[in-house]
C-alpha cells in the first residue's frame, strides 16, 4: 500500500504523466507547475480557484513554488504503464456507500457522483433520474464537468472545438456551431475511420517493403556465401599446385645436385690421376729445368682444372614462377573489384553539381603537344597562340593539328568541359 502512495504521487493528475516541475497547491495535491497554471488560467475571469481533484477552492490565486517530491527511489519505470489523459483509467468508489466504499461502476453527470451497482438502481428504475445522463465510470468524472457552470458537459461547440455544458451556450458560445456530443462524436468517427484505413494500407505496404527487404537481404547472404566458399576452394586447389610445384623443384633441385655430385667425384677422381700423373712428371721437368734445351722445355704440357657448377638457373626458375603468380592474382582481384559497384556509383549523377563532385585536373604531355600550344600552370592549362613555339622533336609530337596527349589515364565515364575566348582558347578533355 506504501508502494502505491508513492506511485500516485509521482505522476501528474493532469497530464498523467511523471511530474516536471512539481508544485503541491494549499490542499496538499500535487500537480506539474505549467499544468496546474494553464487549469487556473481559465478561471481567471471568476477570480476563484479549485483543486482539480479535491476540489477545493481558493481565493486569491495561490502563488505556485516548485518543489521536490518526498522519494528517494525510482519506480518511474511503471509509469509508461499508465494511460494518457484523458482516458486514464482511475479507480473511484461509491459516494453514497457507507462505512466500506464500493467500486464506482457508473457516474451521473446530473448528479455530479460515483454510483456503485446497488446505489445506481434508482437511476434506472425512477422516473425522478430519466432526464439524468449516466456514464461509465472512468475515475475522471470532474473532466466531465464544466468548470465554469459546474454542469455536465453534453454538448460540443465546432466554432471553439470544445465541448461545453447547455448554460455554455447563453453566454460563453453563444451565437456558435453547437453539436450534441453523440453526433460530433459521429462525425469524428467517421474522419478517424477514414484514417485508420490509411493508416492500416500504408502498415500493409510498408509490411510488403519490409519483407522484399528482407528476402534481399537473405539471396545477397546466400550469394555471399556462396562466393566465399567458391573463393576458399579455389585459393585451397591453388595452394594444393603450389605445394606440388613446390615438390617437384624440390626433386629437380635433388637430381641436378646429384648429377653434380657425379661430376664432382669424376673430376676427384681425375684430379688424383693427374696428381699421380704431375708428381711423375715432377721428376722429369726437375731434369728439364736443368737442361739449355728451350725447345724441350716449352713443350711441357700445362695441367688446367676448373670445376664449377652453378644452381643458379634452378633458383632464376623459382623465383620467374613467383613473380609470374603475383602477377596473375594482381590482374584477377582487379577483375573482380570492378564488378563490385562502390557506394559512390549506386546512384549515377545527373546534375550538373553532381558530375562537378567528380572534377579533376588534368595534366598535359608536352612531348605531343603541337607547335602553336603554349602550356603553362604546371602543363595543366594550354593556349593556342599564332607565334610558333619551338619543341625539341619527338616522335609521339602532333605535327599537322592542334592536339596534344594527356599524361594520366581515366577509366569509366569521363564529362569534358572547355573554356574558350576570342584570342585565346583552353581545352581540356
Known sequence: HRYSVILLNLYCPLCADALRDPVTIPCGDT?????????????????????????????????????????????????????????????????????????AVKSCLMCLAYYCE??????????????????????HLDRKICPHHEKGLELFCRSDQMCICVLCTVREHRGHNIASAEEERIEKQKILVVTQSEVQYIIQERMKELQELKHNVDVLKSGAQRAQAESDKTFHEMLQAVERWKAEINQMIMANMQAAMGQADGYVERLEQEIMELQRRDAELRQILETEDNIHFLQVPAVLINPQFSFGEMSKTAIDMKEHLDDICKKELSKISKTVPSRADLQEPKTRADFLRYSCKMTFDPNTAYKELVMSDGNQKVTRKKTVHFYPDHPERFDGFSQHDRLDTWSGRVSAICNSSKRSSVYSE
Open 31 to 103: 500537480y506539474c507547475l505549467e499544468c496546474i497554471k494553464i487549469y487556473w488560467d481559465q478561471f481567471d475571469h471568476m477570480g476563484v480557484y479549485s483543486c482539480p481533484q479535491c476540489r477545493a477552492t481558493f481565493t486569491p490565486r495561490p502563488v505556485l513554488r516548485r518543489n521536490l517530491p518526498d522519494v528517494n527511489h525510482e519506480p518511474r519505470r511503471q509509469l509508461p504503464e499508465l494511460m494518457p489523459f484523458p482516458y486514464m483509467h482511475r479507480e473511484s468508489y461509491c459516494d453514497f456507500c457507507v462505512g466500506r466504499r464500493n467500486k
Open 118 to 139: 446497488t446505489h445506481v438502481k434508482p437511476h434506472y428504475e425512477s422516473s425522478t433520474f430519466k432526464r439524468h445522463k449516466l456514464v461509465d465510470e472512468t475515475g
